[in-house]
Nanobody
Framework: QVQLVESGGGAVQAGGSLRLSCAVS????????MAWFCQAPGKERGGVAA????????GYADSVAGRFTISQDNAENTLYLQMNSLKPEDTAMYYC????????????????????WGQGTQVTVSS
């Protein structure tokens, strides 16, 4: 089973930027779809961004569209999440997800579509 290791989280002020990385033990192309999720204390895990690793198609939650960018580096087997114009409400643990279970692309931000998760990296945005 593929292993995922996130990094790049930290504490920033509102308006700042962070780039999260997810090191993947396997070939990104074979994983078909990967995604980033976030979970704040007391809240459910929610989809942030997803990418079709074959076609390059991307999708975003409305709350981050225009601020965050998901990308992949096939040579480095790494998934990225560039986070710009950060807001205090972006504060959460961020998780990388793989193990696409199939289904419609429209469900790519649903946690149930993935069966492999990293350990998470904390993002804290202060006002």
């Amino acid at each position: 089973q593929v292993q995922l290791v996130e990094s790049g989280g930290g504490a920033v002020q509102a308006g700042g930027s962070l780039r999260l990385s997810c090191a993947v033990s396997g070939n990104l192309y074979n994983l078909r779809v990967m995604a980033w999720f976030c979970q704040a204390p007391g809240k459910e895990r929610g989809g942030v961004a997803a990418i079709d690793t074959n076609r390059g198609t991307t999708g975003y939650a409305d709350s981050v569209a225009g601020r965050f960018t998901i990308s992949q580096d096939n040579a480095e087997n790494t998934l990225y999440l560039q986070m710009n114009s950060l807001k205090p409400e972006d504060t959460a643990m961020y998780y990388c997800a793989a193990g696409w279970t199939g289904g419609m692309w429209s469900e790519s931000l649903a946690p149930r579509q993935y069966n492999t998760w990293g350990q998470g990296t904390q993002v804290t945005v202060s006002s």
